[in-house]
């Protein structure tokens, strides 16, 4: 492949179509949540966002063209999302949380997948979405041997499957009316019968799909919202505490069976990596635009505008350079991941190193971006007390960079087989 960094025809469509749809609809939606006193009803009030969203194509977008979407290119993702989390962070997680709900799905593609995938193809109201993964507790040794492993379980009953447990982050997990989302990809643990000693607790993985029409079916008590959490930034993204008692799904719904789930999971979880680095640079490209317009404009009472000052000019290059390097190493990931060079763990490599990077870097920009506008910056008309809170999380969800990203590099290079470089010259003659 030339290397060339030149959008394709297609690929600057879809930054121009992200970039309109993030100046009409997303700039204008903090009005509608921001003074809201809640987490509940800041996101119920993003709704029309996301119905606008629907419309215009996002959420059908986030799904295969094998399955019936208009999905494109994981670069184009990138490149969507980066234009949507420059202006407005908290209300765009919400659209691509439901594509992480959906990417189960792409994973698999199964062609009787449609019938679940149905309303997410409408473009019409705002059908959710949920990747149902994480526990109270957390759940970054999930996989190890001789660990509690994850709560949330099922067990085979005849010609269904029985689901219990807790959820807790897992965001869109409750519906905008806190009675399910439209489509939750539940992954758990089979209980049917108890494990062997040498079984690994991956082979026990298995995802469900719950649609809203099966809890409804198993009534009232079949499904609960124990609590919201009250974030820092996201301000108006839904990632409660949920409750599953004993919800009975038919066969039809086991997307993975038991031994397959945990594979699909990490799999999804490689290319929401490449997408939490698009967030990065998105969030570090608002923090030099906001910056740079207070640099050029303030003089702080001196006789010059302070980017004549060589430390602020200092910070604002600093940013500026680690934006580019962060887009250009989110770029090459996404490539990397659908296209090669090399076998999957090397190019699953630079998804993780990605998200790690990106993400680490992410919150030192906006840091200096306050440290180059001084205690103005402290003010909360001014942008920068949203990005640094909104940046904060970047590291530890998602897999946090420490307990799960990092870990994952490092089981690639204890690996016999690793090649280093193979995504950059291809794989090593053997």
Same mark, same amino acid.
Not at 339 to 354: I, Q, S, V
Not at 364 to 390: H, M, Q, W
């Given at each position: ?19 309109? @749809? ?20 800041? @996101?119920?009030? !993003? ?8 419309? +215009? ?11 019936? $979407? ?25 659209? @691509? ?24 193809? +409408?473009?019409? $109201? ?34 269904? =499957? ?6 807790? =982050?897992? !965001? ?5 009316? #806190? ?64 409750? #599953? ?36 640079? $998105? ?7 906001? +910056?740079l317009a207070f640099a050029r404009s303030d003089d702080r009472r001196g006789a010059v505008p302070l980017l004549e000052r060589q430390a602020v000019a200092d910070l604002l290059s600093g940013i500026k350079m680690q934006t ?6 989110? =770029?090459?990931?996404? #490539? ?30 906006? !840091? ?7 205690? !103005? ?6 942008? @920068? ?32 087989? #690793? ?6 010259? $291809?794989?090593?003659?053997?």
């Open positions: 492949m030339p290397i060339d960094f030149q959008l394709s025809t297609s690929e600057a469509g879809t930054r121009a179509a992200a970039a309109a @749809f993030a100046e009409k609809v997303l700039r204008p939606s903090r009005s509608l949540y921001a003074k809201l006193p809640t987490q509940r009803e800041r @996101f119920q009030a !993003t709704r029309p966002v996301y119905e606008a969203a629907a419309a +215009s194509g996002l959420v059908k977008g986030q799904i295969r063209p094998e399955l019936g $979407g208009s999905g494109g290119s994981l670069v184009e993702a990138a490149i969507l999302v980066e234009e949507c989390y420059t202006v407005e962070p908290s209300a765009s997680l919400t659209v @691509f949380a439901t594509g992480l709900g959906l990417s189960p799905l792409n994973i698999v593609q199964k062609p009787e997948l449609k019938e679940f995938l149905a309303p997410f193809l +409408s473009g019409a $109201g705002a059908p959710l979405a949920s990747l149902v993964f994480s526990e109270p507790g957390g759940v970054a040794n999930w996989l190890e041997r001789g660990g509690r492993g994850l709560n949330t379980t099922a067990r085979k009953d005849g010609n269904e =499957w029985v689901l219990n447990g807790e959820k807790l =982050w897992a !965001t869109n997990s409750a519906g905008w009316d #806190y009675k399910g989302p439209d489509l939750a990809c539940v992954v758990c643990r089979d209980v049917t019968s108890p494990p062997s000693d040498d079984q690994e607790p991956r082979d026990s993985i298995m995802i469900l799909l719950v649609t809203r029409a099966d809890l409804e079916r198993n009534g009232p008590d079949a499904f609960q919202v124990v609590g919201d959490v009250e974030t820092m930034g996201h301000t108006s993204v839904s990632g409660p505490h949920i409750k #599953y008692t004993n919800v009975r799904l038919p066969l039809k719904n086991v997307l993975c069976a038991p031994g397959d789930g945990a594979a699909v999971v990490n799999g999804a979880f490689d290319s929401s990596a490449v997408l939490v680095g698009a967030m990065s640079v $998105g969030l570090m490209r608002a923090a030099f635009d906001a +910056s580019e390097a962060c887009r250009a190493l989110v =770029w090459k990931a996404a #490539y990397v991941l659908e296209n090669g060079p090399g076998d999957y763990d090397a190019r699953r490599e630079l998804a993780l190193a990605a998200k790690v990077y990106c993400s680490d870097a992410a919150v030192k920009a906006v !840091t200096e971006a306050i440290n180059a506008v001084g205690i !103005t910056a402290y003010d909360n008309s001014l942008p @920068f007390a949203g990005l640094l809170t909104n940046a904060m999380v970047l590291p530890i969800f998602d897999g946090g960079n420490v307990g799960i990203r990092r870990r994952h590099l490092q089981q690639l290079m204890l690996a016999p087989s #690793y090649d280093a470089w193979a995504t950059t010259f $291809g794989p090593s003659k053997q």
